[in-house]
């Protein structure tokens, strides 16, 4: 035998790979990652979906709960009005059709209070004192992850209840009281203490705040609604959107007369519109852009439509005119034009061009603007307060949050910011602030292997036919049946999230990974010296949890 054959080495054999150290060819090694899923990174509370999906799809169904309240302490209210920005970024969508995220959130949530779950126990008692002013969603977010790491929280709110918007201005078609009473409930059992109907308002308020707490997280809402100069003088006939909520959760059959004008195109305008429709009067919604341009929820719009709400497009209102007793509402034709800040078409009114609608009431959905803190020295910033990326005002150790700080008005997003607040006011208190969970670069959907994914349809949400909805307020949408929701987990592709497939194992020619024992924190270990840096385990990894990294030699 010739030298050159006598130097072919063993691993060429049918003998097992470990004969050699194939460590020393790689220029790169594989990396395992809990990478951030695109539902991740769009959701307000930085949710942890793919792992909760998991833990449901396992039938681990208390584990995913508690999954899910690490960030959110409201899911049975999330699992219904959650505008879900996750759903719109799901990987899935590009392979058939996007998760029903909210709906597998609603199931676990509505589960919890059907069994009484609880929140997990806060951590040992802090000295420090933290004020939250304000009992809507941020606030109560904020109040939540701060008792859960140990501090004495107290919350002032102006209203009788608890819930800010959550209570007052979503109607129970949308989140029935009974389910926000449910979890408000479970709150109060962490020992927060709440001072309702206490109003904090004035500067010397303020300052004793100041002086007798640690913190201060302000998160009172905008509370001012917007109006129009030429309608003020109408107080019976002209309602505000926000006011007419109000009474409408609070209890309340406001008489509307048989035909409604609303004005506005956002989630008050289709609120108060529906509660309008409930409250057995003919409904018109006037906006003065187009469809595909009202900020509110496709869906919402579906659903008003199909209750049988009418929408007059392009029109602006102008003036009330009453003759003899047939009251109108003058309204001028618009076009559009440029761009404006919003990012929008501005709408520009055509010259001499009007048009009268008859109506007995006029409901004003405009939208509401901030009443500013009188705090000395408290930056604002285009009629918000001013915070950093923290939720950090000007001032020091008071942070403010929810639609003080931000137009979005949606609620997980005031959640999520109530949630960042509680991370950095506890940073600034001497605690770890932010606790990061997931590593690397987002997962996109090229680096899902959907060889294993078979195209399966999306579990699409449920409603009472739209003849009984509007006969009273009765919720709206059905939640997921336990099946439903188990379907709709298997679905997920847990983008970014190992979940111990095992076909990195099976699949390495080298037989360089080794699965360890459960419980030890690493599903796989890379056996550095005989790993070549194939990458064959990164292209058959179904998940995007493995990444080759490049080793400098």
Partial sequence: MSKTAEAVPTIWTNKRSDALNTGTWRSAIPVYQNRPSPCHLACPVHGHIPVWI????????HEAWQKIVENNPFPSVTGRVCHHPCEDACNRSEHDANLSIRLMERY?????????????ETASPKKEKVAIIGGGPAGLSAAYQLKLKGYTVEIFETKPKLGGLLRYGIPNYRLPAKVL????????????????ETAITGAAEYKQLQNKYDALFIATGAQRPRKLAQFENNPETVLDGLDLLYRINSG???????????????????????????LAADVTIVYRRTENQMPS???EILEAKEEGIRFTFLASPVKLEKENETQKLVCQKMQLGEKDASGRPRPEPIKDAFFALETDTVIMALGSDIETPPIDELETQDHLIKVDANQQTSVKNIL?????????????????AGKIAAEQIDLLLGGTGKEEHFTGTEVLYEQINTFYFP??????????PASERTRNFQEVQLGLTEQQALYEAARCFNCGWCVSCDNCFYFCPDMAIKINNPGNGENYTILEQYCKGCGLCVKECPR??????????
């Fill in 455 to 464: 195209k399966n349809p999306a579990t699409t949400k449920s409603l009472l």
């Fill in 544 to 553: 995007g949890a493995i990444v080759l990294k490049e080793e400098s030699k």
């Fill in 297 to 299: 929820q496709e869906t």
């Fill in 108 to 120: 676990l949530a509505d589960l919890a209070l059907e069994k009484g779950w609880l929140f997990p």
């Fill in 181 to 196: 009473d449910q979890e408000l409930n479970r709150l109060a059992k962490l020992g927060i203490k709440y001072h309702t």
């Fill in 400 to 416: 403010a949050g929810g639609d003080l700080t931000s137009n979005d008005r949606f609620v997980s997003s005031a959640l999520g």
């Fill in 54 to 61: 998991e833990m449901l799809r396992k039938g681990l169904l």
């Fill in 252 to 278: 309340q059959k406001p008489e509307l007369g048989p035909k409604v004008l609303v004005i506005g195109g956002g989630n008050t305008a289709l609120d108060t519109a529906r509660c309008a429709k409930r």
